[in-house]
């Protein structure tokens, strides 16, 4: 069983930082795409930053310089650095886990079969 469970979310002001966890157990294929997403108040899903197993990554432009994606392998750990955070960046943080298929993890024609519940970022102006 596939299980994702993500924290080190809060509340923050403008210009701070947090560091988002996915602790991620039961995932046993070797190629993947692990990504991070988030749902804002009355806002669609987003793709927020991803990560091939070869350490290949992509970004929505709207992080670019601010958010760095990682993982630990002996962990089994995806990590969300956050600087300079936004109050635009207040969201429902999501990270999911598949198979990587060959395109950029933040394609938006990729569906993800592995999620996590979720942890909530809000930053204040």
């Known amino acids: 069983q596939v299980q994702l469970v993500e924290s080190g979310g809060g509340s923050v002001q403008a210009g701070g930082s947090l560091r988002l966890s996915c602790a991620i157990s039961?995932?046993?294929?070797?190629?993947?795409?692990m990504a991070w997403f988030r749902q804002g108040p009355r806002k669609e899903r987003e793709g927020v930053a991803g990560?091939?197993?070869?350490?290949?990554?992509d970004y929505a432009e709207s992080v670019k310089g601010r958010f760095t994606v990682s993982k630990d392998n002996a962990k089994n750990t995806l990590y969300l650095q956050m600087n300079s955070l936004k109050p635009e960046d207040t969201a429902t943080y999501y990270c999911?886990?598949?198979?990587?298929?060959?395109?950029?993890?933040?394609?938006?024609?990729?569906?993800?079969?592995?999620w996590g519940q979720g942890t909530q970022v809000t930053v204040s102006s």
């Open positions: 990560i091939v197993n070869d350490g290949t990554t």
């Open positions: 039961g995932y046993r294929s070797s190629t993947y795409c």
């Open positions: 999911g886990v598949d198979r990587y298929r060959g395109y950029a993890c933040l394609s938006p024609w990729l569906a993800y079969s592995y």
